[in-house]
């Protein structure tokens, strides 16, 4: 078995709180106008629409957990659609809708979306000109209501045309249930080819928004519309003749805010205020009440209207940047000929904060009141569909309306779970008096915010507040024809008007369970992390991929020439890569131990620390602090010299007691009961350690073709009749004739190999040396990558330098969840939190100690600088042969240099001896 070779730790949230790289400019050369011009004729953004090149990874295992935790795109396989049936007339649309073609559709919901931000919705500045063209081209709802204030539920109500307290997500369960369609699903089985296409784990497959999807591709965290757009293109490119429903949701409005410069100066140029010390993202935002920012060190800043006019430009300058790229995005369809067969509909999925109740960010985006769920609605349809152009449309919409609509259109029976309403009516001017008289939206609870739902007319509206099983309800009442901005609270003054209104929400409130309806109204105390990292504050539940064998220099984040990883590069960019990460050893077992206890293994070649000497391990130190623990693992690691099965609340490994070996790196052995496992716990209050030890790359390697294509070529050599197995790896040999295979029961002689080594193979061997063993750079330098919630730390598009080793793990991420015993528990790492949050400015560079043992040698290596020392020599033995390398000038450690650099190679086989010691 290999080293433990790359760790990946990705940080979620915990319980029903939504989890929340630097992208490069859409593009700064302008074919068309400034995006402030007024009168366009045509859409005004324009940028190149680079296509991301497709790379097929060797590193499977990886993207696949990834992409289930919605952390990385899934590699799609399209699912076959449905029987496709006739447009039989039970709709209740346009006659032209039924005899016209099919035409395709394109949702597109920009996440944090106000609609009094736009031009076309009567805003002063002109931030919107391209939308401000679609709705003079097409249909604008002036009263689009979304039905939530956050990502998740409401996503969920557009795609299935439900109320949150029915589907119930994440109320109740943190997924949709298959057995609630969805409008994928019915397009789908109408022959539709189907795709999505998000920026965020928020709107992620794990989720249950990928059902009825063919293709369905999300991205980690914020990706805004230069990152999700690409993608886009390429996938439209292949369907050009193909009728296809296409759902597009990025984050260009969502701070903080990632702008081309212009953009960041397009409405102010000279702010120097105090929000230049924090930022414009959920680190300032969840500490503003009212003009009070309180910081984490506990200082206190006023705000003043120059700050708020700072946040505003900046939100605006990001619709600005984001309707660019939406015009080239129209501009394209146009050039495809699209657009005069596709139904294009643009909204805003849930509005945004700007301090207009006191909060930003911190109140979930707005919360119930207007600017975070009135949100933009505009339309346009193809001709033959309807001939309305420049319509505005002032009765209320909802957004669980868009299913239905759209099902109306194409004569496609509406399901009967759907509560929404077609749209059609209003377009074509028969809906009946009273239509959509009373539109419902809910905001999120927990942490520090209770349960409360709304009820909405044109007229008035009435907010229903939670703030406790003995408070009862509390009421605000707001007059929304002459108080937009909800200012003045009616509740005690017209009573005649509330009571009516809160029958209406009672009758909303019927359609939850009334076991969930008890539980959203619990008044919820839990703090957040940002706000209070103490023992009871906020934890992050913690996922840790360690993969087997994966050496750093063949990740493409690494700089290698083949894309080979390009989810897990797409992680990194989301976080912290570490460049010089090593491991303590070349093999698993010794590599686990170190990062359990944090302590250097005492005898390499073994498993590590026994349990009796290991004193208080990882998964022991958070089952104090209220973790759940679990650990899965590809290969059999429960070795007799440490077992590590009794420190998880939940072990598995696919030959643990049952006698019959699984193969390694076939992570199929144990995904699915990870998933499951999850799942069933992520709605709990503790927060949950998950290990994950999957092979990977290691041997055998048994990738699909589709992985092979592209890097094998047309191979016709020997390997292709055998199995990449031990016996065949360890057979593999280098002397002055070049590679040879010599393995037992495989030839009887040595055969000889043509062609050159790809990366493997440096020191003459391949898997473990057939020489003594060697901690080489090859073998010890392993990727390591963490990511964060950005709203919690951010720690996105982050490079560290500084030497790193897995021995460092264990207490930096103790001290991450403010554990009070991180640095009492005998770890001999250091933690890495203080460079890792920005508080250390200076480097750490230390020694980085490695060690591997086989065949009776035992293997020792130190690191320092530039400068590598490698002791070998058999165990007891008292001959020890000693290597020494300039890895500033050879970093493939061909050239020893310890007979021309004495005093060098005796320093640090002084340091070596010294840690020796210790253990």
Not at 653 to 673: H, R, V
Not at 881 to 902: C, M, N, R, S, W
Request: glycine share 10%.
């Amino acid at each position: 078995m290999i080293h433990l070779s790359t760790l990946l730790l990705a940080w979620s949230l915990v319980s029903c709180a939504p989890a929340s790289g630097l992208p490069p400019d859409a593009g700064t050369g302008s074919r068309g106008q400034e995006p402030r011009a007024a009168e366009p004729s045509g859409f005004l953004a324009s940028n190149d629409k680079g296509v991301a090149a497709k790379a097929a990874g060797w590193l499977d295992i990886v993207p696949a957990i990834l992409s289930r935790f919605g952390l990385a795109d899934p590699r799609a396989v399209p699912r076959l659609p449905g029987s496709s049936l006739p447009n039989a007339a039970n709709g209740t649309g346009s006659e032209a809708g039924r005899a016209g073609p099919r035409p395709n559709i394109i949702m597109i919901s920009l996440d944090t979306l106000r609609a009094d931000h736009l031009g076309c919705y009567g805003y002063n500045r002109n931030t919107t000109p391209n939308l401000d063209k679609l709705a003079k081209d097409g249909i604008l709802f002036r009263q689009a209501v979304a039905q939530a204030s956050y990502t998740l539920p409401s996503t969920i109500s557009i795609f299935t045309g439900q109320h949150a307290l029915t589907h119930g997500v994440p109320l109740k369960t943190m997924k949709l249930q298959p057995s609630v369609t969805t409008l994928a699903e019915v397009l789908q089985q109408h022959g539709y080819q189907t795709a999505a296409f998000t920026g965020s784990m928020h709107s992620a497959s794990p989720l249950g928004l990928d059902q009825g999807f063919g293709t369905y591709n999300s991205g980690i965290e914020y990706e805004r519309l230069v990152d999700v757009l690409p993608r886009v293109y390429d996938w439209i490119n292949g369907r050009k003749n193909k009728n296809f429903f296409l759902f597009l949701h990025a984050y260009d409005c969502h701070a903080p805010y990632e702008l081309p410069e212009k953009y960041k100066r397009l409405y102010e140029t000279d702010y120097k205020g105090v929000l230049n010390q924090f930022g414009l993202g959920h680190g300032a935002g969840n500490n503003i009440k009212g003009h009070t920012l309180r910081a984490e060190d506990g200082k206190v800043y006023q705000l003043g209207q120059r700050d708020i006019d700072h946040w505003i430009a900046q939100y605006d300058g990001a619709l600005s940047n984001m309707d660019r790229q939406i015009g080239d995005f129209l501009n394209y369809l146009e050039e495809l000929k699209l657009m005069d067969n596709t139904i294009v509909i643009f909204l805003g999925n849930h509005g945004e904060a700007l301090l207009d109740h006191g909060y930003i960010v911190k109140s979930r985006h707005g919360d119930i009141y207007e600017e975070g769920i009135h949100v933009p609605l505009i339309m346009k349809l193809p001709k033959w569909l309807s001939a309305a152009r420049g319509k505005a449309i002032d009765v209320q919409a909802q957004l669980i309306d868009l299913m239905p609509t759209i099902l109306d259109w194409l004569a496609i029976p509406v399901p009967g779970q759907v509560q929404g309403k077609s749209l059609a009516p209003l377009i074509n001017d028969t809906a009946p008096k009273g239509f959509n008289e009373f539109a419902f939206s809910i905001g999120a609870s927990g942490h520090w915010m209770p349960w409360r739902v709304c009820v909405r007319s044109l007229e008035w509206k009435l907010i229903q507040f939670c703030d406790g099983p003995d408070m009862g309800a509390r009421y605000e009442l707001y007059q929304l024809s002459v108080d937009p901005n909800e200012r003045k609270n009616l509740i005690n003054a017209r009573p005649e008007i509330a009571r009516p209104l809160k029958e209406r929400l009672k009758q909303h409130e019927a359609l939850a369970d009334p076991d969930l309806l008890q539980g959203l109204k619990r008044f919820q105390t839990q703090q957040g992390m940002t706000g209070d990292r103490s023992p009871k504050g906020y934890r992050p539940n913690i996922l840790m991929i360690a993969l087997d064998a994966g050496r750093a220099d063949h990740f493409s984040a690494y700089g290698y020439q083949r894309p080979t990883t390009p989810n897990t590069d797409d992680l990194a960019r989301h976080g912290i890569l570490f460049r010089a990460a090593y491991a303590q050893s070349d093999l698993a077992l010794p590599s686990f131990a170190s990062l359990l206890t944090g302590k250097y293994p005492g005898k390499p070649g073994l498993s590590g620390p026994g349990p009796a000497g290991a004193g208080l391990t990882l998964p022991e130190a958070l089952k104090k602090e209220g973790y759940r623990t679990a650990f899965f693992s590809a290969g059999d690691l429960d070795g007799p010299e440490h077992v590590f099965s009794g420190e998880f609340d939940l072990y598995r490994e696919p030959k643990a007691g049952t006698g019959e070996p699984a193969p390694t790196g076939q992570a199929s052995a144990f995904l699915p009961e990870v998933f499951k496992w999850m799942e069933e716990n992520k709605n709990s209050d503790a927060p949950f350690f998950v290990l994950l030890g999957p092979g990977g790359p290691s041997w055998p390697y048994l990738p699909p073709g589709t992985y092979l294509g592209p890097y094998a070529g047309n191979y016709e050599g020997l390997l292709n009749s055998l199995p990449l197995s031990t016996a065949v790896l360890r057979g593999i040999g280098k002397d002055g004739d070049g590679w040879y295979l010599s393995a037992d029961g495989l030839s009887a002689e040595a055969a000889p190999l043509s062609g050159k080594s790809e990366g493997l193979g440096e020191h003459g061997a391949f898997l473990r040396p057939a020489a003594p063993p060697r901690p080489y750079q090859e073998t010890t330098h392993v990727p390591l990558i963490i990511k964060t919630p950005k709203w919690w730390l951010n720690t996105e598009n982050t490079v560290i330098d500084q030497p790193v080793e897995l021995v460092d793990l264990m207490p930096t991420l103790l001290e991450l969840v403010r554990s009070p015993g991180a640095l009492s528990t005998g770890a001999q790492g250091q933690s890495l939190a203080g460079v890792i949050m920005g508080l250390k400015k200076e480097r750490m560079d230390r020694p980085v100690f490695t060690g591997t043992s086989g065949a009776g040698v035992v293997s020792r290596s130190v690191q320092s600088g530039d400068w590598k020392l490698v002791r070998s020599g058999t165990e007891g033995g008292s001959t020890q042969e000693i290597e020494l390398y300039d890895l500033a000038v050879d970093p493939g450690e061909t050239l020893d240099l310890a007979p021309q650099k004495p005093r060098i190679a005796k320093e640090l086989l002084d340091l070596l001896n010294a840690r020796a010691a210790d253990n």
